[in-house]
């Protein structure tokens, strides 16, 4: 079974600097899709960045970037010029890209977050 | 404005009361899901639906019930049977196999008196 570790239960970071949120995963599985998503006071989850396993490149979104280590099964957040708007709870997700034999919809599966604070 | 609509926002129950949370989208996803939320982990699956009239356990099914007699709509019934009701529940949506992005309503804590 596919798990995701996100070992740092809470983070802090001055604004304007830069933080890195880790994320580690295991599963057999070649190829699949890895997320990132915050969740603020407001309780709704956002989608944040996405990396499909089989691209090479580290995904970005403006001041969002990846670190995506596939042999090591690391994907780690990393938030520039952090803004007191970015903190909020950061969810690292996983998902197999292929269906399982049956039908079955593939699950989100997600670690168990990392709550970041900016200061002012 | 497309997106997902849980409601209600709050939601306390009695004991051995059933309740029921809504959740309805106007986004076209075939596939919907319901997810909970503790404190101190992360979101496990309740429930999902890849089609109408068809829906599947996920972890933690006991004492829940879905429903998805339309695309739009999946609500949740959180049983008597739940002995631990108490938590942020949450629904998604998706457009079937493709993009594999999952999209998020508000979210409705649910209490226990």
């Known amino acids: 079974a596919q798990t995701v570790t996100q070992s740092q239960p809470e983070m802090s970071v001055q604004e304007a600097e830069t933080v890195t949120l880790s994320c580690t995963y295991d599963?057999?599985?070649?190829?699949?899709?890895l997320f990132w998503y915050k969740q603020p006071p407001s309780r709704q989850m956002i989608l944040v960045i996405r990396?499909?396993?089989?691209?090479?490149q580290n995904a970005t979104e403006n001041r969002f970037s990846v670190n995506f280590q596939k042999a090591a099964k690391s994907f780690s957040l990393k938030i520039s010029d952090s803004q007191l708007g970015d903190a909020a709870m950061y969810f690292c997700?996983?998902?197999?890209?292929?269906?399982?034999?049956?039908?079955?919809?593939?699950?989100?599966?997600f670690g168990t977050g990392t709550l970041l604070a900016v200061q002012p | 404005d497309g997106g997902i609509t849980q409601s209600p926002k709050y939601l306390f129950r009695k004991e051995g009361q059933n309740v029921t949370l809504s959740c309805e989208q106007n986004?076209?996803?075939?596939?919907m899901y319901w997810y909970r939320q503790d404190p101190g982990q992360g979101l496990r699956l309740i429930y999902y639906?890849?089609?109408?009239?068809?829906?599947q356990k996920g972890d933690i099914a006991e004492g829940y019930s879905v429903s998805r007699e339309k695309k739009e709509s999946f609500p949740l019934t959180v049983t008597s049977a739940q002995k631990n009701p108490t938590a942020f529940y949450l629904c998604?949506?998706?457009?079937?196999?493709?993009?594999?992005?999952?999209?998020f309503g508000a979210g409705t804590r649910l209490s226990v008196l």
């Open positions: 998604a949506s998706s457009i079937q196999l493709a993009k594999n992005i999952q999209y």
């Open positions: 997700a996983y998902r197999n890209s292929r269906l399982p034999s049956g039908g079955a919809t593939n699950k989100l599966i």
């Open positions: 599963t057999s599985e070649s190829d699949y899709y």
């Open positions: 990396q499909e396993a089989y691209k090479q």
């Open positions: 639906s890849q089609i109408v009239n068809d829906f």
């Open positions: 986004l076209n996803h075939d596939a």
